[in-house]
């Protein structure tokens, strides 16, 4: 059975500083595993998606890495700003064609 | 990109009463997916419903207590039936299929006293 793991649950950085998310998954038998944001209250919104025969995916100061062998992706935000604040969570595909979502890191980056 | 919009957005129910929710997308799709995130939890895979065909329920989820409808391709419903407390969450629905981005719905917050 799939299990998502993130580490840390809750971060709280100063403005401009770059930070790296973590996400884990016990089985490597992944089709893709994407990063979301969650805004308090809101829906999710999809920031990076990542196909299992991928290493990396880049949008703006974004950065999401896969190591599926190691079942481990990290998602880096560089330059982190006040409005980066929310909660991201990752979520893996396999098996049975459904979504498989970690626990969330909640963030606020401090101006 | 698929644009998802819900209704209502959010609803304070009585217990023992049942609450439908709307979910449309802006174009035609093939998979259709309920979620739930009860508080400071994350999100929960209810069902799957594909239009022609009854949807597919998760472990610990059945058709009584969340009967699901799929008309057509673009538009599915949600029902939470004689409501609890514990059914106080927020409900999503999303479009996808395979490896393509999966598009989320703004959520319904639900509260049921």
């Known amino acids: 059975k799939q299990e998502v793991t993130q580490i840390p649950a809750a971060l709280s950085v100063p403005e401009g500083e770059n930070l790296v998310l973590n996400c884990s998954f016990t089985d490597s038998a992944i089709y893709n595993l994407q990063w979301f944001r969650q805004d308090p209250g809101k829906g999710l919104t999809s920031l990076l998606l990542i196909q299992s025969s991928q290493r990396e995916q880049t949008s703006g100061r974004l950065n999401a890495s896969l190591d599926k062998s190691s079942g481990r992706s990290t998602l880096y935000i560089a330059a982190s700003q006040p409005g980066d604040s929310a909660t991201y969570l990752c979520?893996?595909?396999?098996?049975?064609?459904?979504?498989?979502f970690g626990t969330g890191t909640r963030l606020k980056v401090l101006a | 990109s698929a644009v998802i919009s819900q209704k209502p957005s959010r609803d304070i129910c009585q217990r023992g009463t049942s609450l439908t929710i709307q979910c449309q997308v802006d174009?035609?799709?093939?998979?259709m997916f309920w979620y739930r995130q009860q508080p400071g939890q994350s999100l929960t895979l209810i069902a799957t419903?594909?239009?022609?065909?009854?949807?597919?329920?998760e472990s610990g989820f059945v058709i009584d207590k969340f009967p699901i409808s799929r008309p057509n391709l673009t538009f599915s419903t949600l029902t939470v039936s004689n409501m609890s407390p514990e059914d106080s969450s927020i409900y999503l629905c999303s479009s996808g299929q395979g490896g393509e981005t999966q598009y989320f719905g703004p959520g319904t917050r639900l509260l049921v006293l």
């Open positions: 979520a893996v595909l396999s098996g049975t064609y459904k979504y498989i």
């Open positions: 174009s035609q799709v093939t998979m």
């Open positions: 419903a594909n239009q022609g065909s009854e949807a597919t329920y």
